[in-house]
């Protein structure tokens, strides 16, 4: 991808928070600053759509892994939450607000297909868990799968932190588990209510789970970093003792399986569910070396060509910041000596902790892409550790966030027809997903039905809404075609009358 600095803007100071259709800000101290509003937005004539509108406060410098960002923008003020698409530009792909708001979100392959997985459902605010469905989307962004677990009380309804396919095209889920539970050891009542966390592998044409493990089967509560408190006393505030937030199945058919709480990465048989070990936390395998501490972390992976374990340090749970600044850890583990040693550590750009989300991706061309969750920021660094690409979508922590962020190769082919608008004689046009079109052409006609149409004007697509040009001209009615790089015809919007 090319980058279109013309349309990185330096704008001066106003008290706006909308802008128009793929502007994009430059290291700009008024949107840092919040004097262009919490969590500034895009707007377009052709679409309702209204996703974040970026601060590129380093721009690329150096080579950047391949394929489009994919994120989930939320939080008190972002105008349109849900999974959204863009390119390094800055600019909209696709936006899936229309399935609300979301937290797990990623392209992946499943039986040889590119597909979007997604979470659908409601969030629980007391312990940021959630109930709902794992989606799975064709190029067309339509879901062709429906999942969910089968190990909870609440049978039908998966958690919105984890959604991975895995390499033999099941897909692994989790969900969260009120059950009653002896709490006095930990100051609680004898009747209390603690979460069981349950990571699933399901068969994705069967629905049925071909693994479930529970952490409480496994794990006491005692490893736990968190205290009780005044939870435990109902389902409805059950202790959150463990959290989980991320499950992965490796190549010898084990899990890596992260607990936040429990500063504990756990590495788990995949045939009996015993935990081979433990990384980090109070009972862990192995002695960890200097920077190799974590706490509160998310998106634990295991690089299956170096062996490898990435981590993103959160540092904070939003009472207690543990280090000055959240980080992304790339560990080596040696399972005979029993050491973990740092192979790097990197910074953000703004230093700060991250009281919850985040994620980090090694990228296959060596860059790691950071996302820094609950502050609404993503980075990305080259394998020395030096930032390469770092974007704001929001001012202040919560004003906007994202659960994780990540990159990937994507050809959308949306079934919908693409978009037209008329402001002031323009024609403007878009088509949420596509991302094949090189071209937009007007054509005019004077039946309503666009027969016997002819070619107005040819405009070279630029970012999710081109400007096509002028309406004013001999014929009643207009409409747009999409056309690709060999000018095939990919889609025809509806006719306007003008």
């Keep these: 991808m090319t980058y279109d600095l013309i349309r990185w803007a330096s704008l001066a100071a106003a008290s706006v928070s909308v802008v128009r259709a793929d502007t994009v800000y430059f290291q700009n101290d008024d949107y840092s600053q919040g004097l262009l509003g919490p969590a500034p937005s895009q707007t377009f004539y052709s679409s309702n759509y209204t996703p974040p509108a970026w601060n590129i406060v380093v721009p690329p410098s150096g080579p950047l892994g391949d394929g489009y960002i994919f994120y989930s923008p939320g939080g008190l003020n972002t105008s349109q939450p849900g999974a959204a698409i863009f390119d390094n530009n ?49 190029q067309a962004y339509e879901p062709i799968y429906n999942l969910s677990n089968h190990r909870t009380t609440s049978v039908g309804h998966a958690d919105l932190h984890e959604s991975r396919v895995t390499p033999n095209n099941t897909v692994l889920l989790q969900a969260y588990d009120p059950i009653q539970y002896d709490l006095t050891p930990f100051g609680g009542p004898a009747d209390g209510y603690i979460y069981d966390c349950v990571a699933e592998e399901i068969d994705v044409k069967t629905g049925e789970p071909l693994f479930s493990w529970s952490a409480i089967a496994h794990v006491t509560p005692a490893e736990c970093q968190t205290e009780l408190g005044t939870d435990g006393t109902t389902e409805d505030t059950a202790w959150d003792w463990f959290h989980s937030n991320a499950i992965e199945k490796d190549s010898k058919g084990n ?21 081979l070990w433990r990384l980090g936390g109070k009972n862990s395998t192995f002695t960890l070396g200097e920077g190799t501490n974590f706490e509160w972390q998310h998106d634990a992976r295991v690089n299956e060509t170096t062996g490898h374990i990435s ?89 906007a966030s994202s659960y994780r962020v990540l990159r990937g190769a ?28 090189a071209l937009w052409e007007l054509l005019g006609s004077n039946a309503d039905d666009g027969s016997d149409a002819v070619s107005l004007i040819n405009t070279t697509r630029s970012g999710f809404e081109t400007e ?3 309406v004013e001209s001999d014929y009643s009615y207009v409409f747009v075609q999409a056309r690709d790089a060999s000018l095939e015809v990919l889609g025809t919007s509806g006719v306007l009358n003008v």
């Design 468 to 470: 096509v040009g002028s």
């Design 90 to 138: 800055g600019s909209l792909v696709w936006s899936g607000a229309d399935f609300g708001r979301t937290f797990t979100f990623q392209p992946d392959t499943l039986f040889g297909e590119s597909v979007l997985l997604l979470w659908e459902g409601s969030g629980t605010a007391h312990n940021g868990h959630g109930e709902g469905t794992i989606l799975v989307l064709n």
């Design 255 to 275: 899990y890596l399986i992260n607990s936040r709480h429990c500063w504990t990465t756990y590495y788990v048989d995949g045939s009996s569910g015993e935990i």
């Design 311 to 399: 981590i993103f340090d959160n540092a904070s749970n939003g009472k207690v910041n543990n280090e000055e600044s959240a980080r992304s850890l790339v560990l080596e583990i040696d399972t005979d000596a029993k050491t973990a040693t740092l192979v790097k550590e990197y910074i953000p750009y703004d230093k700060e902790a991250s009281q919850s989300q985040g994620s980090t991706r090694v990228l296959e061309n060596g860059n790691l892409l950071a996302g820094y969750g609950y502050n609404p920021w993503f980075a990305e660094f080259d394998a020395d550790g030096n930032i390469l690409f770092s974007v704001q979508f929001g001012v202040a922590q919560g004003d």
């Design 410 to 437: 994507w050809e959308g082919k949306p079934t919908t027809s693409p978009s037209i608008a008329i402001n002031n004689t323009i024609a403007y046009a878009s088509w949420n997903g596509a991302t094949e079109v």
